[in-house]
């Protein structure tokens, strides 16, 4: 089976992508001559009727995003293209960036619940961190008591864990179970997230790069995955199956695995999805022009899988050729 569509790329909307030249019209001429039958776009977005999300965010909202489909209008023949959104799901306050209202002005979504480098949102900060935090913050308000609460949130928000790691004697939390659980929590928080649970039934969504942990380093990935026991993931899949979420192959995340698959992580995953009966949808969770290109890692984990026509998302169907 041949992959022709990917429904994961973020044009020069989402403010990660560094590519300039990264535009819907460059995104669509580029899918063509790579043979794909379906583009979906899905910039990073929050629902802006939704309350509570990160500045980054912020300016990443459906109204803002609409833009990009009128685009669409000037597709080359042959391509199909979807408007969607990669939303997110806040595990550390059970919050979800959608509204099904909002989700019903798109074609189809994916929410990610491994964004886990967006601490103290989707995970928590390790304990050792939380402590220097706290202490690095009572000294400030000690040494300059003239400063305004927010001022010193905002002083605070600022120091990221690599700053705050040099003032810890010694990190003794055991990071990989650490990261690893709290994809695993999340995940799990996901799939009984009420809303979320609406907008499965209401557009085809997929869970995003499902167990991809996003800010771990790459040459960390598989062994973090290896904490993982095939049972949790079993429950994870079936669940996301009684609910009618997809299960997304993220290429991006599957070449950061290694492309050798028999050594790759993730396959074990999917394989785990595929035996609880979830479908899946394929995306090159492309950034750039260029890495659109990763899409193509699709077939090989098409033919390493077996998968056939039938383990694909049903809207997704043109998007595959057996
Ligand atoms: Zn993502
Ligand atoms: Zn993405």
Not at 91 to 119: N, W
Not at 172 to 187: C, Q
Not at 308 to 317: C, M, V
């Amino acid at each position: 089976m041949i992959v022709v569509h990917d429904v994961h790329t973020h044009n020069v909307f989402s403010h990660c992508c560094t590519d300039r030249t990264a535009s819907t019209a460059a995104y669509m001429q580029k899918e063509t001559e790579l043979g794909m039958k379906v583009f979906g776009l899905s910039n990073h977005i929050w629902d802006e009727s939704v309350k509570g999300c990160s500045y980054w965010y912020s300016h990443q909202t459906i109204s803002l995003a609409e833009e990009a489909k009128a685009s669409f209008a000037n597709a080359p023949a042959g391509l199909k293209c979807l408007f969607g959104a990669e939303s997110e799901y806040y595990g550390c306050f059970d919050r979800l960036g959608m509204s099904v209202e909002g989700a019903k002005r798109f074609d189809y979504l994916i929410i990610p619940h491994s964004h886990l480098h967006m601490r103290n949102e989707v995970m928590s900060d390790f304990p050792e961190i939380i402590e220097i935090r706290k202490r690095i913050e009572a000294e400030i308000r000690e040494a300059c008591p003239y400063l305004e609460d927010d001022t010193v949130k905002v002083m605070m928000s600022s120091l990221k864990e690599a700053h705050l790691k040099k003032y810890v004697p010694e990190m003794t939390t055991d990071l990989g179970r650490f990261n690893v659980r709290a994809a695993i929590d999340n995940f799990l928080a996901l799939v009984e997230n009420e809303t979320f649970r609406q907008i499965c039934k209401t557009v085809p969504t997929s869970i995003a790069h499902p167990f991809g942990l996003c800010g771990v380093s790459n040459s960390l990935k598989n062994g973090y995955l290896q904490l993982i026991d095939d049972a949790t993931l079993h429950d994870c899949f079936a669940r996301a199956k009684k609910i009618g979420a997809y299960v997304e192959i993220n290429t991006g995340a599957v070449k950061e695995c290694g492309l050798d698959l028999a050594h790759n992580g993730l396959m074990r995953v999917f394989a785990i999805a595929k035996e609880e009966g979830c479908q899946f949808t394929f995306g090159s969770d492309s950034h750039s022009v260029k890495a659109l290109e990763v899409i193509k890692v699709g077939n090989d984990v098409c033919k390493y899988l077996g998968l056939t026509p039938s383990d694909i998302a049903e809207y997704l169907r043109d998007g595959v050729i057996e």
